[in-house]
């Protein structure tokens, strides 16, 4: 089960990017029980989550993005969004799209963002 994680790219700093990612067929008759988030992981650091969604679309972010990112899902379409603005540079990093229920976690391929100063 992989999580189709898209929108990455290079931008400058203060720009926006959009990130997107799909379940899988093999989890989308679950999509609307799901916890959704993104994680990023820099070079030489540890994974941090990012941003994450309830089924109810209760969502919190990590202090550093506070403000200037929005995650979003639309469960009609099986997907889950980051609406990132104002990047900096210290928000390069490989971003990852995750599902998580009852303990069990579901992984994408990650999407590079690259800001440049």
């Known amino acids: 089960v992989q999580l189709q994680a898209s929108g990455g790219g290079l931008v400058q700093a203060g720009g926006s990017l959009r990130l997107s990612c799909a379940a899988p067929?093999?989890?989308?008759?679950?999509?609307?029980?799901?916890?959704m988030a993104w994680y990023r992981q820099a070079p030489g650091k540890q994974r941090e989550l990012v941003a994450r969604i309830t089924p109810g679309g209760s969502t919190n972010y990590v202090d550093s993005v506070r403000g200037r990112f929005t995650i979003s899902r639309v469960n009609a379409r099986k997907t889950v969004h980051l609406q990132m603005k104002s990047l900096k540079p210290e928000d390069t990093a490989v971003y990852y799209c995750?599902?998580?229920?009852?303990?069990?976690?579901?992984w994408g391929q990650g999407t590079l963002v690259t800001v440049s100063s």
């Open positions: 067929r093999t989890i989308t008759s679950v999509f609307n029980s799901l916890n």
């Open positions: 995750n599902a998580e229920r009852t303990g069990t976690n579901y």
